[in-house]
């Protein structure tokens, strides 16, 4: 588990502003207006208050929600957070973009969203295993491997996967790995899992240099984040000779012209605790990192860091959304008027979910893949995704935000429309 409570919630509005995308790409498409209609709202949303018997003998209540916005596509799919600040407004915003990213990428679910309202920092381990397993307790008829499959999100991980798991499978009476992905491998996991959101990532800016004939063995990035998503497309870019000019966390952030060793910097994180004060480069403000010099920035941190305070001087030429949400509105006008190259995230970050699929085929298959065969679907699956978002955004004259909606609710209203429901 991470070990700071900063990540990622969403702003107040989230749900208004998934609202707002999804009807500017309905309208964009000139959808029959049931499809907005249908997708405006998640189909379900289950709220529940979850008893814990403390390590004080006292019994305390969590309040959980779960929220499976369609399943049009398939069954519903996505993360459950633990964390104080979750609204259900906002668990209902996430179950919609995973909808998205799930279409975009050609997935056969729909989106779902879960989160706990604790701070998961505060409870020890047996009362977090307790609290796991209360809301599949709390939530059993709602889930499974045809209905819908949660996943890990902000601040819970493999551990709780494989609680979780155990629950639902005690539950249903038999062993049922397919309930739930980002396992440990012990209980059905999948190779390349913990690498595979920046690795998506890492392939759309492959992709997305070669369509701006950006050499990327000249190319400089900066990455905002040096966690799971931040630290390993740290790595990945390095590999394919981008040079890491800029990297920043929670505490600060550190910068050289001439290159960061992104497995130096690993180890003096996890040495100290924080990138700052790496000796291979020169602390700098976190803040000021995204203005600085490169071509490409990858935000693998926070939601709403580029806004319109600070999106004219943004100078790279591609940013790489591998965070949910990084970019706001207004901002995200700026640089597409500016000629920046934004991968969404809704495509940037879809590694994650595309090789939690992966998973699950493997679990109902009872037949596990080597990690090269993991890779090789992913690279496929994320490269027909970049290539079907660019061309639609060609075509239409649009962001590739939009353009991404675009070719996820294109797939969407044909499902909508061999179902009978439009
Ligand atoms: P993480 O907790 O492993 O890492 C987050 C990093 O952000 C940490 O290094 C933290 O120090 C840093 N950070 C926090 N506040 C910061 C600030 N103000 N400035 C700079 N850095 C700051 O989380 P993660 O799993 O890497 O997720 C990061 C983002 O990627 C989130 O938006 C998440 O939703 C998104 N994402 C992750 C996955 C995945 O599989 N891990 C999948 C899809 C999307």
């Not at 020890?124 to 709602?142: F, H, K, M």
């Not at 499974?144 to 249903?172: F, H």
């Not at 500016?338 to 037949?367: C, K």
């Amino acid at each position: 588990m991470a070990t700071e409570l900063k990540v990622q919630h969403v702003t107040e509005n989230s749900f208004d502003i998934a609202r707002q995308q999804l009807r500017a790409a309905c309208e964009a498409l000139n959808l029959p207006s049931g499809v907005y209609e249908i997708l405006k709202e998640p189909a379900r949303v289950y709220v529940v208050s979850i008893p814990v018997k403390m390590d004080s003998g006292e019994v305390k209540t969590f309040i959980g929600y779960r929220a499976q916005h369609t399943d049009v596509t398939g069954p519903t799919k996505g993360g459950i957070r633990f964390h104080p600040n979750v609204t259900l407004d906002e668990v209902k915003a996430l179950s919609m973009w995973m909808t998205m990213k799930c279409n975009l990428v050609g997935l056969p679910y729909g989106g779902a969203k879960g989160g706990v309202v604790v701070n998961p920092k505060k409870l020890s381990q047996r009362e977090l295993e307790q609290l796991s397993r209360g809301y599949i307790r709390a939530i059993v008829d709602a889930i499974g491997p045809d209905r819908d499959i949660p996943a890990p999100d902000v601040y819970t991980n493999a551990q709780v996967m494989g609680w979780m798991m155990d629950e639902y499978s005690k539950l249903a009476g038999c062993c049922s790995p397919g309930v739930i992905t980002g396992k440990p491998l012990a209980v059905g996991g999948s190779l390349g899992r913990n690498e595979a959101t920046a690795r998506g990532c890492v392939f759309t800016v492959r992709e997305a240099a070669a369509k701006l004939g950006l050499d990327l063995s000249q190319a400089t990035a900066i990455i905002q984040g040096f966690g799971n998503a931040g630290s390993v497309a740290a790595r990945l870019l390095n590999e394919l000779g981008v040079t890491i000019v800029g990297v920043s966390d929670s505490q600060g952030a550190v910068y050289n012209p001439a290159g960061l060793d992104p497995y130096a910097l690993a180890e003096h994180k996890a040495a100290t605790g924080s990138v700052k004060g790496f000796a291979g480069g020169t602390d700098v403000d976190g803040d000021g990192l995204l203005e600085m010099p490169c071509d490409i920035l990858v935000p693998a941190a926070l939601e709403n860091v580029i806004t319109a305070g600070n999106a004219e001087r943004i100078q790279a030429r591609i940013v790489a959304e591998a965070a949910n949400g990084p970019t706001t509105p207004e901002a995200d006008e700026i640089l597409f008027r500016r000629g920046v190259t934004v991968i969404p995230d809704i495509l940037a970050n879809a590694g994650g979910v595309t090789v939690s699929y992966f998973e699950w085929v493997q679990n109902r298959m009872h037949f596990y893949w080597t990690e090269e065969e993991v890779n090789q679907r992913l690279e496929r699956m994320m490269v027909e995704a970049f290539c079907k978002t660019y061309e639609m955004s060609r075509e239409k004259q649009v962001n590739m935000r939009l353009a991404a909606y675009m070719v996820s609710l294109d797939r969407i209203a044909k499902a909508m429309a061999a179902r009978g429901w439009i």
